[in-house]
């Protein structure tokens, strides 16, 4: 009796203390929570994640905008994150001081296998100095006799046939193989298998930034590093390709730098030789992470855009015709001969929207964002998605529409809340060259093929499934020769 006695009060004493922590915590962050945007009322360890259902859904969180506004604020556990919404606030919330918002949240995962080195998720010194070094190198390769467009126009003699053919693979082949060539200075034959675990690695990794196994390690990412499970597999896809960028790294050194630069690997060595000796070491190391971040960035991206685009198609071809007639490869120039066909692309980019949510900012320093005071450190999510579908720019935001970006003569228009790449310090690196492939592979597969729904398919399922970026739902298509 005693002893069942004490039992009862001590787990009575265990639940009162765990109530009085809840409510001290509920109680702090209702503190904490005062001098930020408004938003949902967080609970003490979760925060809004079970409102969320664990994910930042774009159109979840323009309902919450609704509600609270155009800045509002969410609590991941105890982190307080900011999310942007809307053309205005995006834009002005990433360009008004831009510096201040120029810094990269980067999940554990991330800090783990890049080390605070490359482009995409470095911060500070690092990122300055490697964007710096990847901006001018992109810019040099572009100017170049074997340029951008050079290495787009070469990668597209793919093999469709006319028997129903899946291009998803195809098209992440060749946007690859541009990467490829842009960065070490050639292409793959398509069946080599080095080429391959390139491709498995770089679709490993991106699967795994959205997957729940990322979201696990977040939660106890020391512990969980240690133990079996997917992350594993990312840890040695990311290995894969970091040790092939620096295998390259030394092909190029051993070879010595060329008369004329050829690839990113030898401008960026170019460049590099204007710094000193002490940095050269930590300037190579940072050139592999930045090589694999272009293929992180600019492969999947490009081509889940394009495997969208083809969905599409047909009164694009009747302009590639009456414009061009049969003359050689379309290069980027065409593209103010062929506005409707411009708009098209345009508009595939506003509406399948495929990085819905951007990529996380912080605050460099302690900022006014858009009139709330946010300490350094501050994470800020910039809903993009939000802004490619905000009701007050577009005239039908929900509807696939070129007529966006066209005027009532037909002419091509640019939109300002047209911001696939972002905006303001940390706007994507690669847009020239992603809109350069963009336009090129479109444009020149249109001409050359018709594009069929297999015998018997009826209809196009355009709805969205997220794996990295959001994605069509796996499809055959026929490519007839015209
Ligand atoms: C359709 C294709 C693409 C889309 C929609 C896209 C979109 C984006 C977005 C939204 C960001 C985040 C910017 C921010 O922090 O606010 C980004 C960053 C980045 N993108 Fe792209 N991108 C594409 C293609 C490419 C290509 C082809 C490359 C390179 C070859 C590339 C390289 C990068 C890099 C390095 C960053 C990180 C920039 C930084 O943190 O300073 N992207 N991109």
């Given at each position: ?12 004493a ?12 509920f ?22 994640l ?33 999310v ?18 120029s ?61 129903p ?12 193989n ?6 070490f ?47 594993k ?6 290995d ?87 003359s ?41 964002l858009l ?21 007050e ?49 479109f ?16 209809q ?23």
């Amino acid at each position: 009796m005693v002893a069942s006695g004490s039992m009862l009060t001590i787990s009575q004493a265990l639940i009162a203390l765990i109530v009085s922590f809840l409510i001290m915590q509920f109680l702090k962050l209702r503190q904490a929570s005062r001098h930020l945007p408004p938003g949902p009322i967080p609970l003490p360890v979760v925060g809004n994640l079970l409102q969320l259902h664990f994910h930042l859904h774009r159109d979840f969180l323009m309902k919450l905008a609704k509600i609270h506004g155009d800045i509002f604020t969410l609590w991941f556990g105890w982190t307080p994150i900011i999310v942007l919404n809307g053309f205005h606030a995006v834009k002005d919330g990433l360009t008004a001081h831009p510096e201040e918002v120029s810094g990269r949240a980067v999940s554990m995962f991330f800090r783990v296998i890049e080390k605070g080195k490359g482009i995409i998720f470095s911060n500070g010194r690092t990122w300055k100095q490697q964007r710096r070094f990847g901006v001018m190198t992109l810019r040099h390769l572009g100017m170049g006799k074997k340029g951008l467009e050079y290495w787009v126009q070469e990668e597209l003699i793919i093999a469709l046939v006319e028997k129903p053919l899946d291009p998803c693979l195809p098209l992440f082949h060749s946007v690859s193989n541009v990467i490829c060539a842009v960065v070490f200075g050639y292409r793959f034959p398509s069946e080599d298998k080095n080429f391959h675990r390139l491709l498995k690695a770089t679709e490993t990794l991106f699967r795994f930034t959205e997957s729940l196994g990322h979201h696990l390690y977040e939660l106890a990412p020391h512990i969980i590093h240690h133990l079996p499970g997917p992350h594993k597999k990312a840890l040695s896809a990311y290995d894969v390709l970091n040790s092939f960028a620096k295998m390259e790294i030394t092909r190029h050194l051993e070879r010595g730098i060329p008369d004329k630069p050829q690839d990113f690997i030898d401008f960026y060595l170019v460049e590099m030789e204007k710094v000193s000796d002490s940095a050269t070491c930590s300037y190579i190391n940072n050139l592999a992470h930045t090589i694999v971040d272009l293929f992180l960035a600019g492969s999947e991206t490009t081509a889940t855009t394009l495997y969208w685009s083809l969905l599409y198609m047909v009164k694009v071809q009747q302009e590639l015709d009456a414009v061009l007639g049969s003359s050689q490869l379309i290069c980027y120039e065409d593209r103010k001969k062929m506005p409707y066909t411009n708009a098209v692309i345009h508009e595939i980019q506003r509406f399948s929207n495929i990085i819905p949510v951007g990529l996380p900012r912080v605050c460099a320093k302690n900022t006014m964002l858009l009139g709330f005071p946010l300490a350094k450190g501050t994470t800020i999510f910039p809903n993009i998605g939000s802004v490619l579908y905000d009701p007050e720019q577009w005239e039908t935001p929900r509807q696939f529409n070129p007529g966006h970006f066209l005027d009532k003569d037909g002419n091509f228009v640019n939109q300002k809340a047209f911001l696939p790449f972002s905006a303001g310090h940390r706007v994507c690196l690669g847009e020239l060259l992603a809109r350069t492939e963009l336009f090129i592979f479109f444009s020149n597969l249109l001409r050359a093929f018709t594009f069929r729904l297999p015998e018997g398919v009826k209809q196009v399922n355009i709805e969205p499934i997220l794996a990295g970026t959001w994605q069509p739902h796996p499809y055959g298509i026929c490519a007839v020769p015209r």
